[in-house]
Antibody, heavy 120, light 111 residues
Framework: EVQLVESGGGLVQPGGSLRLSCAAS????????MHWVRQAPGQGLMWVSH????????RYADSVKGRFTISRDIARNTLYLQMNSLRADDTAVYYC?????????????WGQGTVVTVSS | QSVLTQPPSVSGAPGQTVTISCNGR?????????AHWYQQFPGTAPKLLIY???NRPSGVPDRFSGSRSGTSASLAITGLQADDEADYYC???????????FGGGTKLTVL
Protein backbone atom coordinates (compact mmCIF):
# COMPACT_ATOMS: atom_id res chain seq x y z
CA GLU A 1 0.00 0.00 0.00
CA VAL A 2 1.33 3.42 -0.96
CA GLN A 3 1.64 5.84 1.95
CA LEU A 4 3.11 9.29 2.36
CA VAL A 5 3.56 10.69 5.87
CA GLU A 6 4.72 14.27 6.36
CA SER A 7 6.30 15.63 9.51
CA GLY A 8 8.39 18.56 10.67
CA GLY A 9 5.83 21.34 10.63
CA GLY A 10 5.38 23.77 13.49
CA LEU A 11 5.50 27.36 14.64
CA VAL A 12 8.52 29.37 13.55
CA GLN A 13 9.41 33.04 13.70
CA PRO A 14 9.81 35.10 10.52
CA GLY A 15 13.29 34.60 9.14
CA GLY A 16 13.56 31.16 10.69
CA SER A 17 14.01 27.72 9.16
CA LEU A 18 12.22 24.37 9.13
CA ARG A 19 12.84 21.06 7.43
CA LEU A 20 9.81 19.05 6.37
CA SER A 21 10.02 15.31 5.82
CA CYS A 22 7.80 13.00 3.79
CA ALA A 23 8.32 9.32 4.52
CA ALA A 24 7.25 7.15 1.62
CA SER A 25 6.26 3.49 1.77
CA UNK A 26 4.85 1.03 -0.74
CA UNK A 27 7.02 2.37 -3.57
CA UNK A 28 10.55 3.63 -4.21
CA UNK A 29 11.23 7.36 -4.52
CA UNK A 30 13.74 6.76 -7.30
CA UNK A 31 10.91 5.52 -9.55
CA UNK A 32 8.78 8.67 -9.33
CA UNK A 33 8.76 12.44 -9.50
CA MET A 34 7.84 13.93 -6.13
CA HIS A 35 6.18 17.26 -5.39
CA TRP A 36 5.51 19.60 -2.50
CA VAL A 37 2.21 21.49 -2.64
CA ARG A 38 0.96 23.96 -0.06
CA GLN A 39 -2.39 25.39 0.92
CA ALA A 40 -2.61 28.63 2.86
CA PRO A 41 -5.52 28.96 5.31
CA GLY A 42 -8.78 29.25 3.40
CA GLN A 43 -6.96 29.31 0.07
CA GLY A 44 -6.36 27.00 -2.87
CA LEU A 45 -3.54 24.65 -3.73
CA MET A 46 -0.16 25.98 -4.82
CA TRP A 47 2.69 23.94 -6.24
CA VAL A 48 5.95 24.59 -4.39
CA SER A 49 8.62 22.32 -5.83
CA HIS A 50 9.40 19.03 -7.51
CA UNK A 51 12.28 16.63 -7.89
CA UNK A 52 12.48 14.21 -10.79
CA UNK A 53 12.86 10.46 -10.60
CA UNK A 54 16.64 10.37 -10.96
CA UNK A 55 17.04 13.21 -8.48
CA UNK A 56 19.01 15.40 -10.87
CA UNK A 57 16.33 17.96 -11.68
CA UNK A 58 14.57 20.22 -9.22
CA ARG A 59 12.23 23.13 -9.84
CA TYR A 60 10.65 25.74 -7.60
CA ALA A 61 7.81 28.21 -7.63
CA ASP A 62 9.10 31.76 -7.98
CA SER A 63 7.82 32.67 -4.51
CA VAL A 64 10.14 30.15 -2.82
CA LYS A 65 13.10 30.10 -5.20
CA GLY A 66 16.36 30.71 -3.37
CA ARG A 67 14.78 30.02 0.03
CA PHE A 68 13.50 26.43 -0.23
CA THR A 69 15.43 23.31 -1.23
CA ILE A 70 13.90 19.96 -2.14
CA SER A 71 15.94 16.80 -1.67
CA ARG A 72 15.56 13.12 -0.97
CA ASP A 73 17.28 10.23 0.78
CA ILE A 74 16.80 7.05 -1.22
CA ALA A 75 18.09 4.84 1.59
CA ARG A 76 15.46 6.25 3.93
CA ASN A 77 12.91 6.56 1.09
CA THR A 78 12.20 10.04 2.40
CA LEU A 79 11.59 13.36 0.67
CA TYR A 80 12.58 16.64 2.29
CA LEU A 81 11.83 20.33 1.98
CA GLN A 82 14.35 22.65 3.64
CA MET A 83 12.69 26.02 4.19
CA ASN A 84 14.84 29.04 5.07
CA SER A 85 14.11 32.75 5.47
CA LEU A 86 10.51 31.94 6.24
CA ARG A 87 7.88 34.64 5.84
CA ALA A 88 4.36 35.04 7.14
CA ASP A 89 2.96 34.22 3.70
CA ASP A 90 4.64 30.78 3.84
CA THR A 91 2.07 29.81 6.48
CA ALA A 92 0.20 26.84 5.06
CA VAL A 93 -0.47 23.14 5.16
CA TYR A 94 2.33 21.47 3.20
CA TYR A 95 1.55 18.27 1.32
CA CYS A 96 3.91 15.91 -0.43
CA UNK A 97 2.50 14.19 -3.49
CA UNK A 98 3.70 11.43 -5.76
CA UNK A 99 3.79 12.45 -9.39
CA UNK A 100 2.86 9.72 -11.81
CA UNK A 101 3.83 10.47 -15.41
CA UNK A 102 6.90 12.74 -15.27
CA UNK A 103 6.64 16.50 -14.91
CA UNK A 104 3.17 16.79 -16.34
CA UNK A 105 1.83 13.79 -14.53
CA UNK A 106 -0.91 13.52 -11.99
CA UNK A 107 -0.58 13.56 -8.24
CA UNK A 108 -1.87 10.09 -7.56
CA UNK A 109 -1.04 9.84 -3.86
CA TRP A 110 -0.90 12.61 -1.27
CA GLY A 111 0.19 12.75 2.33
CA GLN A 112 -2.04 14.06 5.09
CA GLY A 113 -0.14 17.34 5.29
CA THR A 114 1.92 19.11 7.93
CA VAL A 115 1.10 22.60 9.21
CA VAL A 116 3.66 25.38 9.07
CA THR A 117 2.91 28.62 10.89
CA VAL A 118 5.25 31.58 10.51
CA SER A 119 4.54 34.15 13.18
CA SER A 120 6.25 36.17 15.86
CA GLN B 1 -4.24 34.74 -8.70
CA SER B 2 -4.23 31.20 -10.07
CA VAL B 3 -2.84 30.31 -13.49
CA LEU B 4 -5.88 28.14 -14.25
CA THR B 5 -9.28 29.81 -13.86
CA GLN B 6 -12.23 28.09 -12.20
CA PRO B 7 -15.57 29.47 -10.99
CA PRO B 8 -15.42 30.02 -7.22
CA SER B 9 -18.65 28.15 -6.64
CA VAL B 10 -21.30 26.02 -8.28
CA SER B 11 -24.46 24.49 -6.89
CA GLY B 12 -27.13 22.03 -7.82
CA ALA B 13 -29.96 20.00 -6.36
CA PRO B 14 -29.63 16.28 -5.66
CA GLY B 15 -29.86 14.31 -8.87
CA GLN B 16 -28.91 17.24 -11.09
CA THR B 17 -25.78 17.72 -13.18
CA VAL B 18 -23.16 20.39 -12.63
CA THR B 19 -20.13 21.30 -14.70
CA ILE B 20 -16.96 22.99 -13.50
CA SER B 21 -14.78 24.74 -16.05
CA CYS B 22 -11.02 25.18 -15.95
CA ASN B 23 -9.58 27.75 -18.33
CA GLY B 24 -5.89 27.68 -19.10
CA ARG B 25 -3.55 29.10 -21.70
CA UNK B 26 -1.19 28.12 -24.47
CA UNK B 27 1.61 27.21 -22.06
CA UNK B 28 -0.41 24.61 -20.15
CA UNK B 29 -3.67 22.95 -21.22
CA UNK B 30 -3.48 24.63 -24.63
CA UNK B 31 -0.03 23.16 -25.17
CA UNK B 32 -1.47 19.68 -24.87
CA UNK B 33 -0.60 19.01 -21.25
CA UNK B 34 -3.15 16.89 -19.46
CA ALA B 35 -5.68 18.28 -17.04
CA HIS B 36 -6.27 16.45 -13.78
CA TRP B 37 -8.96 17.00 -11.17
CA TYR B 38 -8.91 16.63 -7.40
CA GLN B 39 -11.63 16.50 -4.78
CA GLN B 40 -10.93 17.91 -1.33
CA PHE B 41 -13.06 17.77 1.79
CA PRO B 42 -12.41 20.23 4.63
CA GLY B 43 -9.38 19.33 6.68
CA THR B 44 -8.28 16.51 4.40
CA ALA B 45 -5.75 16.04 1.60
CA PRO B 46 -6.75 16.34 -2.05
CA LYS B 47 -7.80 13.11 -3.72
CA LEU B 48 -7.25 12.39 -7.41
CA LEU B 49 -10.63 12.32 -9.14
CA ILE B 50 -9.89 12.51 -12.89
CA TYR B 51 -6.52 12.12 -14.60
CA UNK B 52 -5.34 12.52 -18.15
CA UNK B 53 -8.37 14.71 -18.93
CA UNK B 54 -10.92 11.90 -19.01
CA ASN B 55 -9.79 8.95 -16.91
CA ARG B 56 -11.13 7.86 -13.53
CA PRO B 57 -8.94 6.14 -10.94
CA SER B 58 -10.26 2.88 -9.60
CA GLY B 59 -13.07 3.48 -7.14
CA VAL B 60 -14.26 6.82 -8.54
CA PRO B 61 -17.91 6.57 -9.62
CA ASP B 62 -18.74 7.06 -13.28
CA ARG B 63 -20.93 10.00 -12.23
CA PHE B 64 -17.68 11.97 -12.49
CA SER B 65 -16.34 12.67 -15.96
CA GLY B 66 -13.79 14.98 -17.53
CA SER B 67 -13.10 16.52 -20.90
CA ARG B 68 -10.59 18.84 -22.54
CA SER B 69 -10.88 21.14 -25.53
CA GLY B 70 -8.40 23.76 -26.66
CA THR B 71 -7.11 25.69 -23.67
CA SER B 72 -9.85 24.46 -21.32
CA ALA B 73 -10.95 21.42 -19.38
CA SER B 74 -14.21 20.57 -17.66
CA LEU B 75 -15.44 18.32 -14.87
CA ALA B 76 -19.01 17.10 -14.96
CA ILE B 77 -20.81 15.54 -12.02
CA THR B 78 -24.12 13.83 -12.77
CA GLY B 79 -26.69 12.55 -10.30
CA LEU B 80 -25.51 14.94 -7.59
CA GLN B 81 -25.38 13.53 -4.09
CA ALA B 82 -25.07 15.31 -0.75
CA ASP B 83 -21.64 13.82 -0.15
CA ASP B 84 -20.32 15.37 -3.35
CA GLU B 85 -20.14 18.66 -1.44
CA ALA B 86 -16.44 19.50 -1.55
CA ASP B 87 -13.86 21.71 -3.19
CA TYR B 88 -12.70 20.71 -6.66
CA TYR B 89 -9.38 21.70 -8.21
CA CYS B 90 -8.02 21.35 -11.71
CA UNK B 91 -4.29 20.93 -12.28
CA UNK B 92 -1.98 20.85 -15.26
CA UNK B 93 1.66 21.46 -16.11
CA UNK B 94 2.90 24.82 -17.33
CA UNK B 95 5.95 24.89 -19.58
CA UNK B 96 6.79 28.53 -18.85
CA UNK B 97 6.70 27.95 -15.09
CA UNK B 98 8.22 24.46 -15.29
CA UNK B 99 5.85 23.11 -12.71
CA UNK B 100 2.33 22.19 -11.79
CA UNK B 101 -0.36 24.83 -11.92
CA PHE B 102 -3.72 24.69 -10.19
CA GLY B 103 -7.05 26.37 -10.55
CA GLY B 104 -8.28 28.45 -7.64
CA GLY B 105 -10.76 25.76 -6.67
CA THR B 106 -14.54 25.50 -6.96
CA LYS B 107 -16.79 24.93 -3.98
CA LEU B 108 -19.68 22.64 -4.85
CA THR B 109 -22.85 23.06 -2.82
CA VAL B 110 -25.61 20.48 -3.04
CA LEU B 111 -28.84 22.32 -2.33
Amino acid sequence: EVQLVESGGGLVQPGGSLRLSCAASGFTLSDYWMHWVRQAPGQGLMWVSHINDDGRTTRYADSVKGRFTISRDIARNTLYLQMNSLRADDTAVYYCARGSGAAAGKGDYWGQGTVVTVSS
Amino acid sequence: QSVLTQPPSVSGAPGQTVTISCNGRSSNIGAGYDAHWYQQFPGTAPKLLIYGNTNRPSGVPDRFSGSRSGTSASLAITGLQADDEADYYCQSYDSSLSGWVFGGGTKLTVL
